[in-house]
């Protein structure tokens, strides 16, 4: 799996989606590797971009004064990097770092909020199915604030 | 002069081997002195007596021959005795008791949700299943990488055919590991072949995290009558006789503690029990 397109067309966020939308969000987007331990974006960053993860794993990463980097979350082929670049004020909250070498496709976050301006029906499915990420993810942190290894 | 119920009576057996897992938990490898206890399987548990202290289930997390293996976490006074007992003392057993891990049927992929201290009843499980390539997959979550038991073994399963993944709820940047909650881990299995078999679902840890990996489960593909928890009850008779464990209309010292989910799921968010 080698071009943009391919990438675009596996990548299961973007599963089912017209195929003319695809194409529109293929000039937004390019294919990109990132080395093991390679930071992707920094706490505090300019957030004007996102990734679909092909292959690899990322991990998001909060700095501690005193205690250094501690990690919040992995994510993995199939799971989409970073959303920031959705809403003002467009800064990335936390750190990303590459854990294996990863494959994505980087889209460029303010030429796909103007394809989204544009079409409110892409733009439409497009939130439709960052929400689904972010509940998702959000479900996943509130079952964690369960504790739930803490007693047998 | 009465003679005890001999169910009633623990045997001593001896603590021939001790392993620290972490911090909080050991596995300890016990030998009878005298007549040990009757054949176990996997998924039941025994009463362990610290002499002096007290008495508390314990599942069963290994063993060969008349060797019994548990893996206890220090929680409380009697689990901390437990903890404590350094070879050569003597802890006293009940049991075997309850219903174990059923078998999986002979067709159809195995998964294994495995939380903190949950490993340890799941451990015969994961042996049993080893040597059939791609067939096993253990999927195990734990607080922080410091928490993970039997971490030396997780190679060796992989050696051995199984797909082991780990995660835990937070780390240090140096853990090259997965982050997130262990359900999210199914995620990484292949996708649930409907033209297949289904696989059969094992699932032990905290009940909260019991209730969640099974629905996590069915919404993966894995039919409910074909996933397994093993409920944590207060255990203290052990034969059905005290009442203890009462849970609905199950005595988990007999009935349980291994349960489907379905049932468990009836059970567990019934709020009277």
Sequence with gaps: ?152 | MTTPIPMLAPRPYRVVHRHAETADTVTLRLAPVGAGLGAWSPGQFTMVYAFGVGEIPVSISGGSGPVIQHTVRAVGAVSRAICDAPVGSVLGLRGPFGQGWPEPPPEGDVIVLAGGIGLAPLRPVILAGLNEPGRLSVLIGARTPADLIFTAEYDRWRAAGARVLVTVDRAAADWTGHVGVVTTLLAQLPAIDVGRPPPTGYVCGPEIMMRLGAEALIAAGVPPERIWVSLERNMRCGIALCGHCQLGPLLVCRDGPVVDAGHAARLLQHREL
């Design chain 1, 1 to 152: 799996m080698n071009t943009t397109r391919e990438l675009i067309e596996a990548h299961p966020f973007l599963a089912g989606l017209d195929p003319s939308a695809r194409q529109r969000l293929a000039g937004a987007a390019h294919r990109i590797h990132f080395l093991p331990g390679s930071a992707i974006f920094a706490e505090g960053g300019r957030a004007d971009r996102f990734w679909l993860i092909q292959d690899g794993r990322v991990r998001l990463d909060l700095h501690l004064a005193g205690t250094g980097p501690v990690v919040i979350e992995t994510l993995a082929s199939g799971d989409v990097l970073g959303w920031s670049w959705l809403f003002p004020p467009y800064r990335w909250q936390f750190g990303a770092v590459a854990v294996d070498p990863t494959l994505a496709l980087e889209l460029d976050g303010p030429a796909v909020r103007q394809l989204c301006d544009h079409d409110p029906e892409l733009g439409y499915e497009l939130m439709q199915r960052f929400m689904r990420v972010v509940v998702h993810r959000l479900q996943a942190t509130r079952i964690r604030l369960l504790d739930l290894y803490g007693q047998p």
